[in-house]
């Protein structure tokens, strides 16, 4: 069995980009493919996309607007790796130098719940669909690492046009 297994959440409405965030071209690139080479790249041996199918195994919200939490839930169960590394389709510059404080001892960044790491058996058994994943992470137990420094930018990702010109020219 594969130790860690990623999942991207791809779903969500891109209502802030007005068009959908995992096509958008970042050097030639569309950002669902950086950020899925990435968590190769980390050691991830299984991937899926949650809630959107873009070419690459994926697997859809179990309900519609099932949210983040559901796109983890939906992915976990797919994936059934003991470990999960969860990214956002819209931070396609991170960095595996950003990602190897998480993936060293599990956990998420201050601040921000996503990218996380965390063992599949801290999930809580009642987690639902629709529940923030800042509730996620609470009752996962996972433990809040202070933030690389100079990351922010890359972590936090690209929500609007705007995000994705400033992320561009770092």
Do not use: H
């Not at 601040?111 to 996962?140: F, I, N, T, Y």
Request: proline content about 8%.
């Amino acid at each position: 069995m594969t130790s860690l297994g990623a999942i991207i959440l791809c779903g969500g409405g891109s209502r802030r980009m007005g068009r959908d965030k995992a096509v958008l071209d970042w050097d030639g690139r569309r950002a669902v493919d950086r950020v899925a080479d990435l968590a190769r790249a980390v050691g991830a041996g299984a991937l899926v996309a949650a809630g959107a199918d873009l070419g690459l195994p994926w697997v859809p919200d179990d309900e519609a607007g099932a949210g983040p939490v559901g796109g983890v839930l939906a992915g976990a169960k797919a994936l059934g790796t003991a470990r999960l590394l969860v990214l956002a389709v819209d931070a396609p510059t991170v960095t595996p130098d950003d990602l190897a404080p998480l993936l060293a001892s599990g956990g998420f960044y201050e601040g921000l719940p996503v990218p996380m790491v965390l063992e599949a058996a801290a999930l809580p058994v009642d987690a639902e669909a629709g529940w923030p994943l800042r509730r996620l992470v609470e009752r996962a137990g996972l433990t809040a690492l202070p933030l690389p420094e100079g990351a922010l930018a890359r972590l936090r990702g690209a929500n609007t046009p705007e995000e994705v010109e400033a992320l561009s020219r770092q």
